[in-house]
């Protein structure tokens, strides 16, 4: 379970703004956030980092829609 669940499930969530911030997501801009990282912070993991972002930024309602089922319970 994640860290929040206990505290958030039953709860109805309000994701309006989570999925805006989401649709944002592009590829554009998360190479714009990649390119201020300092070089020595660069890893490995960035390259997952990255295309998590952009998964969740291309399937952003459907997400949202997913945490709101999981939460709900």
């Known amino acids: 379970d994640h860290f929040f669940y206990e505290y958030l499930r039953g709860k109805q969530l ?22 201020e990282v300092p070089d020595a912070w660069i890893t490995d993991e960035i390259t997952m980092i990255r295309k998590h ?15 709101q089922a999981e939460v709900s319970v």
Do not use: H, M, P
Not at 55 to 62: I, L, M, R
């Open 14 to 35: 309000e994701l309006d703004e989570f999925t805006q911030l989401l649709n944002s997501c592009s590829e554009e801009v998360i190479d714009g956030i990649i390119k």
């Open 53 to 67: 972002l952009i998964s969740a930024g291309t399937e952003a309602d459907k997400f949202v829609r997913a945490v």
